[in-house]
């Protein structure tokens, strides 16, 4: 069964801390996205890579940063914490192709910077 | 830029009754469309995309969607709804610029009662 699996379910950090949200896909996927999820707002695209070590920005990339050293894994920075930030956080992946456009979505990390 | 607008936050339907969640798209060209489910305390689960061919396409779960070019619509439905499809579903648009990027809909909040 395929999986994307996100480190953390639930995390609370304190405003000004880095913070590491990781993600793993096990299906050999090219593509990688972090969305944010928001009561009201739907899905907001941060960042996305299609290759190792490649990445780019999203709709709301600012106070964010990524990295995908290796094909599998796709971490989402956030530089320094703030409280707007605190959100549903999605990790997706996908083959390329417009015949393989399905996303598979890990189950989130709900943040909360207090 | 290509866009999704959902004008429902919540749908109520009893069950054994139909359903439809609309959704209504803005794009250049032809527009590649996907509806996406999320349970509680899961991540997103595609039900279905519209890419070319029939106005009628069938997914997951007995869902269907209806894209219609002239209404620019892409209305999702079921014949008969089941306690168990309350959830939040969302409408998405591929990016023209390629790649599997996506750009999702507000979501609506589908409750079915008994």
């Known amino acids: 069964d395929v999986k994307v699996t996100q480190s953390s379910r639930y995390l609370v950090k304190r405003t000004g801390e880095k913070v590491f949200l990781e993600c793993v896909q096990d299906m050999d996927h090219e593509n990688m996205f972090w969305y944010r999820q928001d009561p009201g707002l739907g899905l907001r695209l941060i960042y996305f890579?299609?290759?190792?070590?490649?990445?780019e920005k999203g709709d709301i990339p600012e106070g964010y940063s990524v990295s995908r050293e290796k094909k599998e894994r796709f971490s989402l920075i956030l530089e320094s914490a703030s409280t707007n930030q605190t959100s549903m956080y999605l990790c997706?992946?996908?083959?390329?192709?417009?015949?393989?456009?399905?996303?598979?979505f890990g189950s989130g990390t709900q943040l909360s910077v207090l | 830029a290509q866009s999704v607008a959902q004008p429902e936050d919540q749908v109520n339907v009893a069950e054994g009754n139909p359903l439809t969640v609309k959704c209504t798209y803005s794009v250049s060209g032809n527009p590649y469309l996907f509806w996406y489910v999320q349970y509680p305390n899961r991540g997103l689960q595609f039900l279905l995309k519209y890419i070319t061919g029939d106005n009628l396409v069938k997914g997951s779960y007995g869902f269907e969607a209806e894209f219609n070019k002239s209404q620019t619509s892409f209305h999702l439905k079921k014949p008969s709804a089941l306690v168990s499809d309350s959830a939040l579903y969302f409408c998405?648009?591929?990016?023209?610029?390629?790649?599997?990027?996506?750009?999702f809909g507000t979501g609506t909040q589908l409750k079915v009662e008994l």
């Open positions: 997706a992946s996908s083959f390329t192709g417009v015949l393989n456009e399905k996303l598979f």
């Open positions: 890579s299609y290759d190792v070590k490649m990445k």
């Open positions: 998405a648009v591929r990016d023209k610029g390629g790649g599997n990027k996506l750009t």
